[in-house]
């Protein structure tokens, strides 16, 4: 068994990893679009982009939790 093999995620958890990062922003893809390839291809690309991707993401989640925060305060 290579290295890559020993290394390499199985489907379900790069699926899991996928949805953590593009869930949120609701842009995760439709499982049924994409092959097995596809997959891993776009689980390679989102581990190789730079944190400033991530941090934006974090920040449109906060943004969401703040708007949801005050809508509760203002309705109460």
């Known amino acids: 068994m290579s290295s890559l093999q020993n290394n390499t995620p ?12 593009l869930d949120p922003i609701d842009m995760a893809p439709d499982k049924a ?18 944190n400033s991707f ?13 708007a949801c925060a005050r809508l509760e305060s203002l309705v109460n």
């Open 54 to 66: 991530r941090d934006s993401i974090q920040v449109h989640i906060l943004r969401n939790q703040l």
């Open 33 to 50: 679009s994409l092959d097995n390839g596809q997959v891993f291809r776009l689980y390679l690309k989102l581990g190789k982009i730079d």
């Open 10 to 21: 199985t489907l379900a958890q790069m699926w899991q990893y996928i949805d953590k990062i």
